[in-house]
């Protein structure tokens, strides 16, 4: 999956990664893109931060030009056809120019942006600049993991400034789909959709087919009377559970529904064709429990930080879809992707090869109206961007009280919670949404806690069956000594998980690092792996758990992989621990991702 939109996807596009001319401006001398004087060239998508940028300045700059002169190879929008740049993130502030006119701008790093530059496509080329503003010492803006001190200390890491996703070009017809969303009715066995067209519809008719392994399963023609078009498709239902099973997406049955939209003129032509894909599958939580499809569903996830060493938080598809392989081999059937809005293609190899994802809001660490506005705007940004995506199970758009430090005393930032989680909510009301993941919850429909002890019986001891649980919600505070439950939440009532534990920082003699507890050997490391996740799979009073993390990343040691994503352990040995049974080698090698014998079955055919 090459297309940095895998749920809107239009053959007709064109990749403008490569070398662009770029200079640092942290004096502000430069005002125009006539002004600039370009001292070096980047490699984009990669933030100059980066080695794989070829620029690898990890010092304190706040402003940032590019120019890229963009051909067209004769590919010029027709009449009435609009030409769309579109860019993945570009961190902070972004103001684009068209052969030096202003065509747009952007506020948010981590949400994209699409700017029409129609009017400047009539010649064959171009000339596109940016400037990106991004104050790296600016506390209140959404930064997740990206350090403010000029080199990255504890848990915090290098900055990635400028563009860090994928900038693209899309020609698109006059009235074309620009919105789309999936969702799935288990109950009522439905696919239902929500479609944006923009551009005049009179006369025009929009067919949607569904499909499963080439095998047409619905098609369905909509007369369009207004530009924005909802409606839910029943499937053919076989009733009985074994055979709906075999139509349910699950990380151990990662089952999807191709989708073919063609947007048709008065006479039947096609105007614009869209490939997607949705799938078939619900979440619940219930007073006790985490449901994948109406069934209670254990979840096992790794915290993922999504950062790589020469290139930051940038990914080509195929590393994306390597850390997806990675995480399902050491046992997992999920991820909370930590601090980071990921890019969609990797959420694509989620969706394609089964696994649940929590999808969390990069934090900032102030709190000001400045806050409130950045947060709000772009994590509806990012919710909207994510939601149809089968493997997103739960959003996180606070973590650990960063960006609102003060949240048990101070009732502004308790409402700010408050009004993020049922913002969240209300864009999206099929999945659970923790208020703020780790402790000082005000609100969420699951109790979320981050509890680093080393010893697993202290573990069985808080979170043993429910009564343990309830006890340590009230009474104990794992995390530097703060109140798991705001005053006012009752969380007696909903699911518990343990979504940050471990922290085992795992380095050779010699070696520098951080963790919550540090050992020298593979062997050490599986032996105290496999003794807190026997511990964690007996808390009955646990519906899930993430363990503290995948990989090495940068001075934190704490992966079970580490920074080039080699396991620190033997891979199987550790997907037994994860996975609370022994597996054999023959059944690993085998099945590694941990698949049903209907899917493998399934996908031998």
């Known amino acids: 999956m090459e297309h940095p939109r895998p749920?809107?996807?239009?053959?007709?596009?064109?990749?403008?990664?490569?070398?662009?001319?770029?200079?640092?401006?942290?004096?502000?001398?430069w005002q125009r893109p006539a002004d600039v004087r370009y001292a070096a060239t980047i490699v984009v998508p990669f933030a100059p931060e980066s080695q794989r940028s070829t620029i690898g300045d990890t010092a304190l700059h706040s402003r940032l030009w590019y120019s890229h002169r963009v051909s067209l190879q004769g590919r010029q929008p027709a009449a009435g056809q609009r030409l769309l740049l579109h860019f993945g993130a570009v961190d902070y502030r972004a103001t684009v120019w068209v052969n030096g006119q202003r065509a747009g701008e952007h506020v948010g790093g981590h949400s994209p942006f699409t700017v029409d530059v129609t009017e400047w496509a009539s010649a064959d080329a171009f000339e596109l600049t940016l400037l990106a503003e991004d104050d790296p010492l600016d506390m209140h803006k959404p930064r997740g993991k990206q350090d403010w001190q000029p080199e990255p200390h504890a848990i915090w890491y290098p900055r990635s400034s400028g563009i860090w996703r994928t900038v693209w070009l899309e020609r698109v017809p006059a009235t074309h789909v620009s919105r789309l969303r999936w969702s799935a009715d288990v109950a009522r066995w439905q696919i239902a959709f929500d479609a944006?067209?923009?551009?005049?519809v009179r006369g025009m008719t929009l067919a949607v087919t569904l499909s499963v392994g080439g095998a047409l399963i619905s098609s369905d023609v909509i007369a369009l009377q207004q530009q924005h078009v909802s409606r839910s498709i029943s499937l053919p239902d076989p009733g009985i559970d074994d055979a709906r099973e075999a139509w349910l997406?699950?990380?151990?049955?990662?089952?999807?529904i191709d989708a073919r939209l063609e947007l048709r003129g008065p006479d039947g032509t096609v105007v614009d064709a869209i490939d997607s894909y949705t799938a078939m599958r619900s979440v619940e939580v219930d007073d006790a429990r985490f449901l994948l499809n109406g069934r209670p569903y254990?979840?096992?996830?790794?915290?993922?930080?999504?950062?790589?060493?020469?290139?930051?938080?940038?990914a080509d598809s195929a590393a994306l879809r390597a850390d997806v392989e990675h995480i399902k081999r050491l046992g997992f059937n999920g991820a909370r992707k930590h601090q980071k809005s990921e890019d969609p293609r990797w959420l694509y190899w989620a969706d394609r090869l089964g696994l649940c994802v929590w999808c969390e809001m990069p934090s900032a660490y102030a709190f000001s109206d400045a806050t409130v506005h950045a947060l709000c705007d772009e994590w509806r940004a990012l919710v909207e961007r994510d939601l149809s995506h089968p493997c997103v199970v739960a959003w996180v758009p606070i973590n650990e009280s960063w960006g609102v430090p003060a949240l048990p005393t101070q009732a502004r930032q308790?409402?700010?919670?408050?009004?993020?989680?049922?913002m969240t909510r209300a864009l999206d009301g099929t999945r659970p949404v923790i208020g703020n993941d780790g402790w000082e919850m005000p609100c969420g429909d699951i109790v979320a806690i981050h509890d680093y002890s080393a010893r697993p019986d202290v573990l069985l001891q808080r979170y043993g069956d429910a009564a343990a649980v309830q006890h340590s919600l009230q009474h104990e505070r794992p995390g530097g000594g703060r109140k798991l439950l705001v005053a006012g939440f009752d969380g007696s009532q909903r699911p518990t998980m343990l979504t940050e534990f471990g922290g085992i920082a795992c380095m050779p003699e010699g070696d520098v690092g951080w963790g919550y507890s540090q050992l020298r050997t593979g062997a050490e490391l599986l032996d105290r792996y496999g003794q807190l996740l026997q511990a964690v799979h007996a808390c009955k009073g646990l519906a899930g758990f993430c363990y503290t993390q995948?990989?090495?990343t940068f001075f934190e040691k704490n992966g079970l992989?580490?920074?080039?994503?080699?396991?620190?352990?033997?891979?199987?040995?550790?997907?037994?621990?994860?996975?609370?049974?022994?597996?054999?080698?023959?059944?690993?090698?085998?099945?590694?991702?941990g698949y049903s014998a209907r899917w493998l079955a399934n996908t031998k055919r």
């Open 7 to 29: 749920l809107l996807r239009r053959n007709d596009w064109q990749c403008l990664d490569g070398t662009w001319k770029f200079a640092f401006d942290d004096a502000a001398l």
């Open 196 to 200: 944006r067209i923009d551009g005049d």
């Open 249 to 256: 997406w699950s990380p151990e049955h990662p089952q999807l």
């Open 298 to 314: 254990a979840l096992r996830m790794v915290l993922d930080q999504g950062y790589w060493p020469d290139s930051l938080m940038t």
């Open 414 to 422: 308790v409402d700010l919670v408050r009004a993020l989680y049922h």
């Open 550 to 552: 995948l990989t090495d």
């Open 561 to 593: 992989l580490d920074a080039q994503r080699k396991p620190k352990a033997d891979a199987r040995a550790l997907a037994s621990a994860t996975r609370g049974v022994e597996i054999d080698e023959r059944e690993y090698a085998a099945n590694p991702f």
